[in-house]
């Protein structure tokens, strides 16, 4: 029989939409690019995110001149809008069609609109890059797919959301990179860390340097890392004896391949209670990171429900 936590918590096997989710993922590049083109930096590349909505994924409002607009990929819907602070809207059909026309409809959609929009036209963090104006070999949209997994997204905002509300020291918004295409949440210790190596395919070093600058531990979800997806966590840096801390809930470990913790989304789908399981996965990883790298834990950690029943 199914019960609210296995219709909410949906099942999608990546094998049987990874056509789709190559080419989403790269979409999903092209508009973030364009927002990265005219938000101002934030720290770590914050700016540049994407961001779960009621719909599918936004860019939320970005900044233009003396206005603003905003992408928001719509997979109740299967289209694209582009919105602006002046009234334009313009749209596109999500449908099979190659990364290359899918570049070219959105950067006539923006010009229409008066946006200028210069970006980097090629993807990140992938190997090989095919420039998004000669890739005609991404170019599937299952849109049954594309809405399920928007509904991941949903119930990993949500939890990720709560655990996030538990830290009162600097962390991130919950936010989609569309360079590794993950959703990511980062709780920081408030020191420096050193710096990253770099070595991430078709990204500059100095990238991952400034995402990684300051002491973390970060989790997420993914479309990768099981057979329906991943939540994840770990640290930078490592600290000694991270790999080894027991964790929680069963199903959980270390992947030496990825060098973090992952819970396969089907594990946590499974589970009598979804939602508890995977918030034992992002508390029991944190707190791997936090006791073993001696942050100060009561001074970054508070109850979000201090003021409950004062208002």
Known sequence: MDTPATTSWPSLRVSDWTATRDTLHMWTQIVGKVRMAHAPLLNHWWQVTLYVSPRGLTTSAVPYRTGAFEIEFDFVGHRLEVRSSDGGVQALPLRPMPVAEFYARLMDMLDRLGIEAPIRPSPNEVDP??????????????????????????????????????????????????GGMDLACTRFSGRSAPPHPGGV????DWVMVEGYSRELSSCGFWPGGGEEGAFYSYAYPAPEG????????????????????????EAARSAPDPDRAVAEFLRTTYEAAA??????????EDDPFRWHGTA
């Open 201 to 204: 395919p078709n990204c500059g």
């Open 129 to 178: 890059a095919i420039p998004f104006a000669e890739d005609h070999d991404h170019a599937s949209y299952d849109g049954e797919a594309a809405t399920l997994f928007w509904r991941q997204l949903i119930q990993a905002d949500r939890v990720i959301g709560e655990f996030r509300s538990h830290f009162v020291g600097k962390v991130s918004p919950v936010h989609f990179f569309w």
């Open 242 to 265: 991270f790999a080894d801390h027991p964790v929680g809930p069963e199903g959980a470990y270390f992947s030496q391949e990825f060098q973090q913790f992952l819970l396969p989304y």
């Open 291 to 300: 006791d073993l790298g001696n942050w100060d834990r009561a001074a970054l």
